[in-house]
Each structure stands twice: as C-alpha cells, then as structure tokens.
C-alpha cells in the first residue's frame, strides 16, 4: 500500500514536472513572476542565512579548539577545518533545510491557497499552463539565487570562525589565515554549487507539487505544507549522501 502510494505520488510528480517545462505563452510574464520569485526566496532569506551561518562558523571553531587544544595538531588546522566542513556539508546543507522550513512550506501554502479558492482552475479554463506560470518561475528563481545564498553562508561562516577564535584569543590571525590559505581543493567549492542546485529544485519542486494538489479547507492545507518540508528535508539528506558518493 505504501509502495503504491509512492509509485502513484512519483508519476504525478513526474508528470506535472513535464507539464512545467512546456513552452510559455508570454515570456514577459514569466520573466517578471520569476523576478518577484527570485526577490521573495533570495533578499527575503538573506537575514536568516545570514544568522545561522554566523552561529555555524562560532560553534564549529570554538568545538574544534576544545578538542584539537590537548593534541599535537598545529593550531592553524582550525582554520582548515572549518573551511573545508563549511564548504563541503555546512554552508549547502543546513542552509537548504533551514530554507527547506522557511521558502518550502511558504511555496506549499501559497499554491494550495489557490487551488483551493479555485484560482488554479479559473486560469485553467482562461487556457493557461498553470504547471508552467506557477512552479517553473519558482523553481528558475530558486535554482539561481539559493547557490549565492549558500555562496555568503559559506563566507559569513567562515567569518564567524573567526570571530570565536581570534578575537577571545584562542587563535591568533594569523594562524586562522594561514588554516585557510592551506590545502585548499577547487573541486569542493564545485561540489557546494552542485549540493546547493541540487538542493534548490527539490525544495521548490517538491513543495509546489505537495501544494498543486491540495484538497480540501485549512487542515489539508497544513498537512501540504507540512509534508513539503518533511519531504523536502528527507530528500535533501538522501541526496547530500549520494553527490558526496559521487564527487568525493
């Protein structure tokens, strides 16, 4: 029954994905609902990725000092360190599914809104794609601002190291500095861009999908929302394990 269910759910997906891609009428209109995406995921995120990446870099410094404090490891690590784990898994990861709860449930909640009110079938019966106007603009927009959004938490991060560590004295400048100068390899900054699109079209994907077909009055419409984000999550976790699978 559960199979079932997932094999039904995964074909609606599919299907309501291919209806998304068809060519649109008036790009015009597409290009200022993408505009307006694009300003409501990205500038309306910025804060909150700004705050947990910040707390991210603290924590991971201050954690890696205490334990690295008593070993033979020279103290320029830390800085090493907390590049390389904010660029591989911090910056793409817990971004995204914190964005996942943020961006995620409000996609749900805003397209389940208008199926519900039966905005959805009205602009079906005027003769328009509602697959293509309603998740491609979004999904466009989340595929390109999230990488940046990822791209400054990775920096403010990095940042936030810093501040736990040098000014307390943990750490001196100029051996934070020089942890970040070494052993740096290209191909993760790569792969936080890959992790990061990846990321950015399930979130946007799978909410619109979970919210596209909602059924119902206002309980139904939290229960989209809800399964958006769990779903969302989840799948960010089971890809997060297969992209390091493959390009580590």
């Not at 954690?63 to 590049?83: A, E, K």
């Not at 603009?137 to 999230?146: C, L, S, T, Y």
């Not at 191909?187 to 077909?213: E, N, P, Q």
């Amino acid at each position: 029954m559960v199979v079932d269910k997932m094999l039904y759910n995964l074909g609606r997906y599919v299907n309501l994905l291919r209806d998304a891609i068809a060519r649109p009428e008036k790009f015009s209109m597409y290009y200022k609902e993408t505009m307006r995406q694009m300003d409501a995921i990205g500038v309306g995120s910025v804060f909150i990725v700004l705050l947990i990446s910040v707390f991210i870099g603290m924590v991971t410094a201050v954690q890696f000092v205490d334990q690295l404090g008593d070993s033979f490891v020279p103290s320029y690590y830390i800085g090493y360190i907390v590049r390389d784990i904010t660029i591989i898994e911090m910056a793409p990861t817990i971004t995204c599914l914190v964005l996942a709860g943020k961006v995620g449930s409000n996609l749900a909640a805003e397209i389940g809104g208008m199926r519900q009110k039966e905005h959805i079938d009205a602009m079906e019966i005027m003769g328009v794609n509602t697959a293509a106007y309603l998740i491609m603009p979004k999904i466009i927009a989340a595929v390109v601002v999230i990488p940046m959004l990822v791209a400054i938490a990775a920096f403010v991060s990095i940042v936030g190291g810093y501040v736990s560590t040098v000014l307390p004295g943990s750490l001196s400048h100029t051996e934070y500095v020089l942890g970040l100068r070494s052993f740096f390899v290209p191909r993760y900054v790569f792969m936080m861009f890959v992790k990061a699109a990846v990321f950015a079209y399930l979130i946007t994907s799978v909410s619109c999908y979970m919210g596209y077909y909602a059924k119902g009055g206002s309980i139904e419409l939290g229960e989209a929302s809800t399964n958006a984000v769990v779903v969302s999550s989840v799948l960010i976790l089971v890809f997060d394990f297969l992209i390091a699978l493959l390009l580590t």
